[in-house]
């Protein structure tokens, strides 16, 4: 048994919105343990709609509905399924009785139009919307296919999927199995070189491993099927340990963790702090690490010298050294990064001068060189170099510099 | 003749992304003209795959593959296609080259599980992916039938599909009546009041008008249907032009620009600078400002005081007051906009401290109140108070708050 998500709504034909339903409900479904393989975006349009319906009642035993259930002659949603199935639509009282209770809420009166939205199926049974006026239906057109619909208000559909939809699929015995993932990730490995080192565990059945990269890191998935999100948990935890014994260090963390919020575990765990100093990234290594709450613990701030002037009058780079090694070079890297830790009073300094481009490049400095300069306990000092190309783009060449400083701070963290 | 955009990848059906690729490509297509009806997303699954091409390839003439083209054994896209039209798959030696010269340019070499990236169905048209590793194809497998596949990775694909797809589509004679649209981008003003200002507007049929929310913005997409992008301009200017007078200082952009990119045009053409002091946004500030190339004309840099010694001693702010007041005031907001003009020396100095939550409030300084402090010419200082509350969460706090605090700026500097 298996589920098809059914979007349906001209909106994301036309790429006016994003389908983030598709997204929950798919997640929603992975926690029920409910397979499913499919998902369908389909525009307001009875006879594409009549099509759509016609191939997911021959693929897949639940079909779930969004969008289409407006007050608007365009939406089309449940008189398409009821023609399908050859039911009639009846006028639910209780729904009207709902939306002109709504209406009166908010001092207004309910238009002629809205009554189309309390016709429902025969037979089939109204799946409460608490805050529209837009309710779903579930309902067994034919034994062993399920039909749920809901509103496209992304808002709307999770409380009706919350209250009603998932008590419902648990009585009829979901939600026993159940899918569970874990998200490893990767930084400074690519992912052909990685998915080659763990070659034996991309071919499990459960857990199942698998690879993705972007935005300048790897991920392996590792999914598995069990009774409870426990077991799935004792599954997965050998083998989750196994791939990171083979990744080493390019392993870094798992699911929400990101490179920032390792590092400020490291640097909580040992009572030390940090100060940055940015120039081509521009504040974003400092977004980073205060996009996690709770960061003023270890993170004190930094400095954004973007222009020469401020690496000079902030961070004390030697102007002359500005002059004979250029504004990106280890030199001025190692400078800026020794400057803020010394003056704002940090364990650590971490510093990012580069060219992000796509202009300002040059023979000997072309786009996408970056220096990282790392300042530690007492004298300590180093620096690092990247060549990132122009292939990436500014945004996120960017990106990438700021995480790859967070790298060589973790790995030095990890490696003392 | 119509198309189907086909998204692979079991990290969809698991809900782990976003499918922002159909809405990218639903959008392209719209742009050209090419009348596009169903959007399909499939695992990585050779059978099911299968069954997708065929449904798809008996209703549409256009099938737009993303995802499956990586490097790893379950990136299946290209085989499938393959197998289900009965071509041979071919290594195709540019694409080898390709390959590896971009592992060179990394400093890497290339693995073998690469070389199955440059395997194309015979007869098929490489589609050259400049970015990343997994090239494309263009395919016609039979009369009336023509499909093209791109790497799910977004950047990748966005180029792909400007560089080659766009002007093999005009070449077949697409593109003839286009949609085109502008996006009017607008600031300080709820979408409601926004919706109700333009309503008479909101009925058009050539151009259309319809309002979109988010992020802490309105937008009005304006969308004419003509033979050419001039004759589409031709028909939106004018709606352009009221709907920008009737909102007032309240629209601020269009398309692409930002908040950030609007100021940084501003001061420009004042050939005035700025400099920033951030807390709680910790360089989000600097990040945006700093996402434009060439910013380096007027933004020097700043200060990220996340901890409040980095208040006094990068910015001077007085002791006593942060005691007094606490770092969370408009008094802060002040003397942190001052002190990081005076110290950069620019001309404006542009400063926010607040509780970005989801911890730190209390009953009189709750979560959500942001302080944005601005200084500008001479003794000019002035700050102002936001109250966001608890229900955008941190992120999208402290991304309100930058845009707020460059919004104030782009204000002062219109109304001088």
């Known amino acids: 048994m298996s589920a098809e998500i059914i979007c349906v709504g001209t909106e994301m034909l036309l790429g006016d919105i994003l389908n983030s339903n598709a997204q929950y409900l798919a997640q929603q479904l992975a926690q029920l343990g409910i ?12 006879e594409r709609l009549k099509q759509v319906i016609e191939i997911a009642a021959s693929r897949v035993q639940i079909l779930i509905f969004t969008g289409g259930l ?17 039911a009639p639509l009846v006028e639910d009282p209780e729904v009207i009785e709902d939306i002109a209770q709504k209406f009166a809420q908010r001092g207004r009166e309910m238009s002629p139009s ?23 239906i579930i309902w067994q057109p034919r034994p062993e296919l399920t039909i749920f619909t809901f509103p496209g208000v992304p808002s709307e559909m999770y409380r009706m999927w919350e209250e009603t939809a998932v008590p419902f699929l648990k009585s009829q015995g979901w939600g026993k199995e159940i899918i569970y993932s874990r998200s490893l990730r990767f930084w400074g490995i690519g992912e052909s070189v990685l998915a080659e080192k763990v070659s034996a565990y991309l071919n499990l059945l459960n857990p199942t491993v698998a690879p993705y990269a972007g935005k300048g890191e790897v991920r392996l998935r590792v999914s598995a099927k069990a009774t409870s999100a426990a077991a799935a948990e004792e599954l997965i935890a050998p083998i989750e340990k196994q791939l990171i014994d083979i990744a080493g260090l390019d392993y870094y963390g798992a699911d929400d963790e990101t490179l920032a919020s390792v590092v400020g575990k490291l640097l909580r765990a040992s009572g030390e702090t940090l100060s940055v100093a940015e120039s081509c990234t521009g504040g974003g290594l400092g977004q980073m690490l205060t996009e996690i709450s709770g960061s003023s613990d270890y993170f004190w701030g930094g400095v954004i010298s973007y222009d020469n002037s401020v690496k000079v009058k902030l961070l004390g780079v030697n102007p002359e050294d500005l002059d004979k090694f250029g504004a990106v070079s280890a030199t001025v890297a190692e400078q800026m990064a020794i400057g803020v830790k010394t003056r704002l009073g940090t364990t650590w300094g971490l510093s990012i001068t580069g060219i992000a481009g796509p202009t ?8 996408g060189l970056v220096y990282v300069g790392l300042a530690g306990p007492g004298d300590e000092v180093t620096s690092f170099e990247y060549r990132f190309g122009t292939i990436r783009g500014r945004s996120l060449t960017r990106h990438v510099s700021a995480n790859a400083a967070l790298d060589n701070l973790r790995r030095r963290l990890l490696t003392r």
Chains 1, 2 share one sequence.
Do not use: M, S, W
């Not at 397979?35 to 009875?46: I, K, S």
């Not at 939205?117 to 799946?127: E, M």
């Open 360 to 367: 300002g490049g040059t023979d000997t400095k072309p786009v």
């Open 35 to 46: 397979p499913h393989y499919y998902q369908t975006v389909v525009g307001d349009n009875p």
């Open 114 to 136: 809205n009554r189309k939205q309390a016709l429902i199926p025969q037979g089939a049974k109204v799946l409460p919307n608490p805050t529209g006026t837009a309710p779903g």
């Open 70 to 86: 407006g007050p608007t002659p365009d939406d089309l949603t449940c008189e398409a399924i009821a023609n399908f199935f050859g």
